[in-house]
């Protein structure tokens, strides 16, 4: 039962509970325990490798499988509690309602944050990115809220909120992916190949993670069709729904993860320019730097030439 549901039906704790149900409150202790310990590990390799790239970004998507935990937290104590204890919370049912919005929200916002390239391409947002993606999370969020509490054409403008936040990730994904390629036609036509793997891993990650939303979207479509809710199936259908989004964010925490995957990968820019990067940022330093040392060169070469034509004379 979705978060809306519980805290609609725990409002009569006097009713009759369907026995299908008894399952729940297992499945969500063994859901539970699953994403407890990811969350656990996640947070642990983020810090035993805290010191080969910048992890920023790692440290922002670990807070999506600790709200997860905790929704999956409350949802145990809520149906326990009314199994066992013949005790409906309604305040506990309201938490996972809240605790599903921020869930999404969160999983949105970490999106978002990938497909402009935080931490990957760049190493913060510019201010518009941060507005943008602030005033995206805030819509998502009250949508969430007015379409779990079938407020009337909040349908409509959760819809709306989905198609713009998956246009905007999409949009910024192609657009990154567009600046690699440049980036590696570049390195190989100058024949420079020590940034030559890091931004093939950079690369590679947006293709994976471009799969890996054209999914989310599907799941999206998915869980929202209107579907049979007979109580006698739910609790199978919880299961494929729980499995398929930890698998999902599985997916995506491994590829993203903290690890030493090139000497040159934490090479970027502070904040990404609005021209077209085209060569490597440590290829542009490089070459600037040499630049420089040319023009003291020349310098310190034409005192040198006037020194010596003074002492000739």
Same mark, same amino acid.
């Given at each position: 039962?979705?978060?809306?549901?519980?805290?609609?039906?725990?409002?009569?704790?006097?009713?009759?509970?369907?026995?299908?149900?008894?399952?729940?409150?297992?499945?969500?202790?063994? $859901?539970?325990?699953?994403?407890?310990?990811?969350?656990?590990?996640?947070?642990?390799?983020?810090?035993?490798?805290?010191?080969?790239?910048?992890?920023?970004?790692?440290?922002?998507?670990?807070?999506?499988?600790?709200?997860?935990?905790?929704?999956?937290?409350?949802?145990?104590?809520?149906?326990?509690?009314?199994? &066992?204890?013949?005790?409906?919370?309604?305040?506990?049912?309201?938490?996972?309602?809240?605790?599903?919005?921020?869930?999404?929200?969160?999983? /949105?916002?970490?999106?978002?944050?990938?497909?402009?390239?935080?931490?990957?391409?760049?190493?913060?947002?510019?201010?518009?990115?941060?507005?943008? #993606?602030?005033?995206?999370?805030?819509?998502?969020?009250?949508?969430?809220?007015?379409?779990?509490?079938?407020?009337?054409?909040?349908?409509?403008?959760?819809?709306?909120?989905?198609?713009?936040?998956?246009?905007?990730?999409?949009?910024?994904?192609?657009?990154?992916?567009?600046?690699?390629?440049?980036?590696?036609? $570049?390195?190989?036509?100058?024949?420079?190949?020590?940034?030559?793997?890091?931004?093939?891993?950079?690369?590679? #990650?947006?293709?994976?993670?471009?799969?890996? #939303?054209?999914?989310?979207? *599907?799941?999206?479509?998915?869980?929202?069709?209107?579907?049979?809710?007979?109580?006698? &199936?739910?609790?199978?259908?919880?299961? *494929?729904?729980?499995?398929?989004? /930890?698998?999902?964010?599985?997916?995506?925490?491994?590829? /993203?993860?903290?690890?030493?995957?090139?000497?040159?990968?934490?090479?970027?820019?502070?904040?990404?320019?609005?021209?077209?990067?085209?060569?490597?940022?440590?290829?542009?330093?490089?070459?600037?730097?040499?630049?420089?040392?040319?023009?003291?060169? &020349?310098?310190? #070469?034409?005192?040198?030439?006037?020194?010596?034509?003074?002492?000739?004379?």
């Amino acid at each position: 039962m979705g978060a809306e549901e519980v805290y609609k039906g725990s409002t009569s704790a006097s009713a009759e509970l369907n026995e299908s149900y008894r399952l729940l409150p297992t499945i969500y202790l063994w $859901f539970l325990t699953v994403w407890a310990v990811s969350a656990l590990s996640w947070a642990i390799n983020t810090y035993r490798r805290r010191h080969f790239q910048t992890n920023n970004l790692q440290w922002t998507l670990a807070s999506v499988p600790l709200i997860k935990a905790l929704q999956l937290g409350l949802s145990f104590l809520f149906w326990y509690s009314c199994y &066992n204890l013949h005790s409906c919370s309604l305040w506990m049912s309201f938490g996972v309602y809240i605790t599903g919005v921020l869930l999404q929200t969160a999983s /949105f916002v970490s999106f978002l944050l990938i497909s402009h390239g935080y931490s990957i391409m760049c190493e913060r947002l510019s201010v518009p990115e941060r507005r943008t #993606m602030a005033a995206l999370g805030c819509v998502l969020y009250l949508t969430l809220v007015g379409y779990k509490a079938s407020v009337p054409y909040f349908t409509v403008l959760l819809l709306l909120s989905y198609f713009i936040s998956f246009y905007v990730i999409f949009h910024h994904i192609a657009r990154n992916l567009v600046v690699l390629r440049e980036q590696l036609s $570049f390195i190989e036509d100058e024949d420079v190949h020590a940034m030559h793997d890091a931004v093939y891993t950079k690369y590679t #990650m947006f293709k994976k993670f471009q799969g890996v #939303m054209q999914i989310v979207v *599907v799941a999206e479509i998915m869980i929202y069709m209107k579907m049979d809710d007979a109580a006698d &199936n739910y609790w199978y259908r919880l299961i *494929v729904r729980e499995w398929a989004q /930890f698998f999902i964010f599985l997916y995506i925490g491994w590829t /993203f993860r903290s690890r030493d995957i090139s000497p040159h990968f934490s090479v970027m820019p502070i904040v990404k320019s609005k021209e077209e990067i085209i060569g490597p940022p440590i290829y542009r330093i490089v070459c600037h730097f040499f630049l420089n040392y040319l023009q003291e060169a &020349n310098h310190i #070469m034409l005192l040198l030439l006037a020194a010596s034509s003074i002492t000739k004379e």
